[in-house]
């Protein structure tokens, strides 16, 4: 029998591991020190967990268009507080604060969503952004 349970928990612990490594901290990916606002178009919206992902295309200073990785929290945090892909949808314009990632490429973890146009909230943390 222990070798059973001893079997029953390792098997367990492997199927586990995967979910595990999925998950990051907030501070090993990304840097409060670095907000950001991105004012751009929906290029799509990832409804995935552990985290879901907005696709925002920006264009920088010099007018050239940057595609922007956005990270949020997971899909049932997010319906639960009102965003979802049935009020985002490609096309959209959005503006999204939030906090640049360390290692300086176009990806960002957000901490509020909004209409460019109304300004109508459609998400914010109730955090420093770190989710």
């Known amino acids: 029998m222990p070798k059973v349970l001893s079997l029953s928990a390792t098997l367990l612990a492997l199927a586990a591991a995967p979910t ?26 990832e409804w995935t967990n552990p985290h879901a992902w907005l696709h925002l295309e920006v264009v920088d200073a010099q007018g050239a ?6 990270e949020f929290l997971g899909v049932n945090a997010l319906v639960r ?32 969503v909004k209409r460019t146009e109304t300004g109508e909230t459609l998400w914010a943390s109730s955090g420093t952004g770190a989710q």
């Open 81 to 112: 507080t009102g965003l979802s892909p049935k009020n985002v949808k490609p096309g959209d314009k959005l503006t999204v604060t939030g906090y640049g990632a360390r290692n300086g490429t176009n990806t960002a973890n957000g901490s509020s």
């Open 20 to 45: 595990v490594s999925a998950h990051h901290s907030f501070s090993a990916e990304f840097d409060v020190g670095k907000p950001v606002t991105l004012v751009g178009s929906v290029k799509s919206f």
């Open 65 to 70: 268009p940057q595609e922007w990785a956005v």
